[in-house]
């Protein structure tokens, strides 16, 4: 199938190429590079013999959607394209509104003008909230607790919505857990700009030396070790459920919603051990307060998965650390470093 990424260099967009390129999809990404590099492409190039172009743009931009649309001729999009961080999302909440909500609007527009029917969108877990009760399947009641996760949800029900107008719309909307780990070859990995916001790669960065220990948000939280509890999965499994979920769009219709985790939560703690054991290294950490927007603790129920697209996750949590300290051991300063 022809694939249209938007977003396609980020961290998930760029494993999820790599297992697209694998499986013989033709690949388009639309990336504007605000929160990752050119050099990923290369390396995405360099681990796949598979056809890949790519256009430099903003996937507001209607113009350029329908410039990438009508010379590449997608059969099904994958939409990464959008702000991430939930710290963030809460001092700049006009940005994420407008890069998360009115980029997916763009893109299901231009998506109508060329009569392209099938999207698999990258939302999150956080759209759950709270929890009534854990693990979170699909039917938990959604209620975000922070911007970010409130633009995703607001973009679902965006997506739901335009595919009830078209009897053969697909839209995937799959529910992400926390993405962590590195892609097998080291030549692949997060690399985030500026101050991490997310907690592998800044312990990956206290690890190589460029920074001095990990701040940890919150030890006074009600699970066993007093800091947050996550449902961490590696980005190698994400990438492959983006994989199973372009087949699964070929034989189904409407709008599904798919959690993609692993079943399992560890706390802050249980991460920093895995990676003291994974480097060697020590891994000072420093206690801060709680963020604003976090929760306790979040798990995944992804039994729909399993059984509806055939996916499951089979790296754990030691794969999880050893690949993300091989990739930083190795590129110290992520894309930047010497290729």
């Known amino acids: 199938m022809r694939v249209l990424?938007?977003?396609?260099?980020?961290?998930?967009?760029?494993?999820?190429?790599?297992?697209?390129?694998?499986?013989?999809?033709?690949v388009c990404v639309l990336d504007n590079y605000d929160n990752s590099s050119p050099e990923v492409l290369n390396r995405v190039r360099q681990l796949s013999n598979g056809q890949l172009t790519d256009y430099v743009?903003?996937?507001?931009d209607g113009s350029m959607l329908d410039q990438v649309m009508a010379e590449f001729k997608p059969d099904v999009v994958i939409h990464f394209a959008g702000l991430k961080a939930v710290g963030d999302s809460m001092t700049n909440p006009l940005g994420y509104y407008d890069v998360n909500v009115r980029g997916t609007l763009q893109l299901l527009s231009a998506m109508d003008r060329h009569n392209v029917r099938r999207v698999i969108f990258s939302s999150s877990a956080t759209v759950y909230g709270e929890p009534e009760y854990l693990p979170y399947d699909e039917a938990h009641p959604t209620n975000p607790t922070s911007v970010y996760g409130r633009t995703k949800l607001v973009a679902e029900q965006i997506i739901t919505?335009?595919?009830?107008?078209?009897?053969?719309?697909?839209?995937?909307?799959?529910?992400?857990?926390?993405?962590?780990?590195?892609?097998?070859?080291?030549?692949?990995?997060?690399?985030?700009?500026?101050?991490?916001?997310?907690?592998m790669p800044y312990i990956a960065q206290v690890a190589v030396g460029k920074r001095e220990a990990l701040q940890v948000f919150g030890d006074d939280y009600d699970t066993p070790d007093g800091t947050g509890l996550r449902d961490y999965i590696h980005v190698v499994d994400l990438a492959r459920a983006h994989v199973a979920a372009v087949d699964y769009s070929k034989r189904q219709t409407g709008a599904q919603v798919f959690n993609v985790g692993t079943g399992q939560s560890y706390s802050v703690h249980d991460m920093v051990k895995a990676f003291r054991t994974a480097s060697g290294q020590p891994i000072p950490c420093v206690i801060k307060p709680r963020r604003a927007g976090d929760i306790a603790a979040m798990q995944a129920n992804a039994a729909r998965a399993n059984v509806e697209m055939g996916w499951k996750a089979t790296h754990d949590l030691n794969d999880m650390a050893r690949s993300t300290w091989d990739w930083q051991s190795k590129n110290p300063d992520g894309y930047d470093s010497a290729s």
């Open 5 to 26: 990424v938007t977003g396609g260099a980020g961290y998930i967009g760029s494993h999820t190429l790599v297992e697209l390129l694998g499986q013989a999809h033709e």
């Open 57 to 60: 743009g903003d996937v507001r």
């Open 161 to 199: 919505d335009w595919s009830r107008t078209h009897d053969d719309a697909c839209a995937v909307l799959l529910r992400y857990f926390n993405p962590v780990g590195a892609h097998a070859s080291a030549r692949m990995g997060e690399h985030p700009d500026g101050v991490p916001n997310n907690l």
